[in-house]
């Protein structure tokens, strides 16, 4: 298993680094090597064998899906450069890939769908029949390479679809539908990189061209509902980066409005369901600011609603709402809020199997939910969180929240049960976590108090001089150990 691994990983880099050059250095000679198109052969051959395996993992599956989706933009891109008698088929060949989001002869698989939720068979994407535009090639780069990063987690993979991005809008055509989806697309994956890296410019970048494609999709009378839940959500970062309340009544209005365009164009209840999940979390994050329960009892609500209108609530929807339902109990200390929030806690977990990229963060939300009731079990859960978190290098704020969430818990058992070892691995986990933190991202903000606590809780209990002298020097600004 392990050389088939590397064979796939060895051939999507590949492939990769072609498109890269094509885009990004302009080298359209290496898309045309014969030797790019036996890589494509090649990936799909790999693909096929991921899908005929019994019991194929997430792993197999995430593949399979990167693979066809990087093959397809292969043929549109090689059908731009090809002359027009010989475009034919690598055109037709790249449109049986985007419309069916299959290998070809597979007949188990659900249609190929664009980042914004809507089929990439539909208006002017890039499935029609008509030669690719520049800015359908660079767009198609950006969105292969965004998928990259989800699964990998890799900044230069984010950089280069960000690059890539920037390629399409400035290609793109004014008006049209596409030019919207680009700008769009671009606004997301800004938000992306600063939430990564806590970058201000990348946050206020995306504010500025979520807002363009908002006027955009007006323009195009098209895309709209998306345009806007993703401006809420570049608002709703800005705000919690910069400390701006008036950001998160923005977004909550944008979100508002994001609804109401789509209750009245029909949009799907999939779809509805994204909307009503973006206003919950917004919701849940000014609560935070400003510990309002009405904005708590609305979260609540919109991540019911969001759960309600899914035909099948994916992980993330559920645990954010055990999330919101946790944050209740801690005021209002309902039992009734306790149990919903294990119950829709569990079903995030049973619906995200081991290899699932929203497992960690539904076993991290569950074990928060379960300190109301056993927090042994809490900590055996948040254990379970971070060893299931990948390693994605020294940039990962979620895996870092959920190493500082397994500390408390610790912090909590020993304070209760004096056992020495809980507190010293707090004290470890909260030095491993601000390793993940970039220097200036807010969440540093919130992990070195943390630290300082736990420091505390181990000098008043064992008065050791050298963690009164790091909570000194902590407090003092200096983060050395």
């Not at 072609?18 to 090597?33: K, S, T, W």
């Not at 074990?367 to 109301?372: G, K, L, M």
């Amino acid at each position: 298993m392990t050389d088939l691994t590397d064979e796939r990983d060895d051939v999507l880099r590949r492939m990769h680094d072609r498109l890269d050059a094509f885009v990004l250095y302009a080298q359209p000679r290496l898309l045309l090597d014969p030797a790019a198109s036996a890589d494509a052969s090649l990936l799909l051959e790999l693909a096929s064998r991921a899908h005929v395996d019994t019991g194929r993992s997430v792993a197999d599956r995430e593949f399979r899906h990167s693979a066809v989706l990087l093959v397809a933009w292969f043929h549109r891109m090689r059908a731009w450069l090809l002359p027009e008698e010989e475009a034919d088929e690598a055109i037709r060949t790249a449109k049986a890939l985007f419309t069916s989001g299959r290998l070809p002869e597979d007949s188990g698989s659900r249609p190929q769908e664009a980042a914004d939720g809507s089929d990439e068979a539909d208006g002017d994407g890039a499935t029609g029949n008509a030669r690719p535009s520049r800015a359908d090639a660079f767009s198609g780069v950006a969105h292969a390479s965004y998928q990259v990063w989800e699964e990998s987690g890799r900044l230069d993979v984010l950089d280069r679809a960000i690059v890539a991005g920037r390629r399409a809008v400035e290609e793109g055509e004014p008006g049209t539908v596409s030019y919207a989806r680009d700008l769009d697309f671009l606004s997301a994956t800004l938000r992306t990189r600063s939430e990564a890296t806590g970058s201000e410019a990348d946050a206020g970048e995306a504010v500025e061209l979520g807002t363009r494609a908002r006027s955009a999709a007006e323009e195009a009378d098209d895309h709209l509902f998306s345009c806007l839940h993703h401006l809420g959500l570049a608002l709703a970062h800005r705000g919690l980066l910069k400390g701006a309340a008036g950001d998160l009544d923005d977004a909550i209005a944008v979100h508002h409005e994001a609804i109401g365009v789509g209750t009245a164009k029909g949009v799907e209840s999939r779809h509805m369901a994204t909307l009503f999940e973006g206003l919950a979390i917004e919701l849940l994050m000014r609560y935070r600011a400003g510990d309002d329960l009405k904005d708590l009892d609305a979260a609540v609500a919109a991540g019911g609603q969001a759960v309600a209108r899914a035909p099948e609530p994916e992980p993330g929807m559920l645990h954010n709402l055990c999330s919101m339902l946790t944050h209740r109990t801690y005021r209002t200390r309902s039992a009734t809020d306790l149990s919903e929030a294990l119950r829709f806690g569990q079903e995030a977990v049973d619906a995200a199997p081991v290899g699932h990229p929203e497992r960690p963060a539904a076993l991290n939300d569950l074990s928060i939910a379960w300190q109301f009731r056993d927090l042994d079990k809490a900590i055996v859960l948040a254990r379970e969180a971070v060893a299931l978190s990948p390693d994605r290098g020294v940039r990962d704020v979620r895996k870092a929240t959920r190493i500082a969430n397994l500390a408390q818990m610790l912090d909590s058992r020993f304070r209760t049960g004096r056992r020495p070892e809980d507190i010293d691995e707090a004290v470890a986990l909260l030095d491993q976590a601000l390793e993940l933190v970039p220097r200036h991202h807010p969440k540093r903000a919130e992990l070195l108090p943390q630290l300082v606590m736990h420091l505390g809780v181990r000098f008043r209990a064992y008065r050791r001089p050298e963690d009164f002298r790091r909570m000194d020097d902590i407090r003092q600004g200096v983060e050395g150990r």
